[in-house]
């Protein structure tokens, strides 16, 4: 299995920008399909990004296309978050996942069998 820790979530305004790292560790990081979500409180987890294992496949939610951009490092077993131009309902709590099905990306999250413990992204208008 792989464990997962997100981190560099904060408080930004609005238009600018963060970059989110999750660092994996424990079985192969390349071996997983990796996603990230986000929740606000009483409302069920949002696909955000998902990629493939090697990067070169990805695909982003329609909330935050052009504006967020995904992106692994499977020598440094990190995924990443760039969010840029951020906005107001962008504050959440943002999570990555693991997959380790064989597909080439993953948007549900019931089909992630692994979670990071999530960072606090918010969002000052």
């Known amino acids: 299995q792989v464990q997962l820790v997100e981190s560099g979530g904060g408080l930004v305004q609005a238009g600018g920008s963060l970059r989110l790292s999750c660092a994996a560790s424990?079985?192969?990081?390349?071996?997983?399909?990796m996603g990230w979500f986000r929740q606000v409180p009483e409302k069920e987890r949002e696909f955000v990004g998902t990629?493939?294992?090697?990067?070169?496949?990805?695909d982003y939610a329609d909330s935050v296309k052009g504006r967020f951009t995904i992106s692994r490092d499977n020598a440094k077993n990190t995924l990443y978050l760039q969010m840029n131009d951020l906005k107001p309902e962008d504050t959440a709590v943002y999570y990555c996942?693991?997959?380790?099905?064989?597909?080439?990306?993953?948007?549900?999250?019931?089909?992630?069998?692994?979670w990071g413990q999530g960072t606090q992204v918010t969002v000052s208008s």
């Open positions: 996942a693991a997959s380790g099905l064989f597909r080439t990306i993953v948007v549900s999250a019931r089909l992630y069998g692994y």
């Open positions: 424990g079985r192969t990081f390349s071996s997983y399909v």
């Open positions: 990629i493939s294992r090697n990067g070169d496949r990805t």
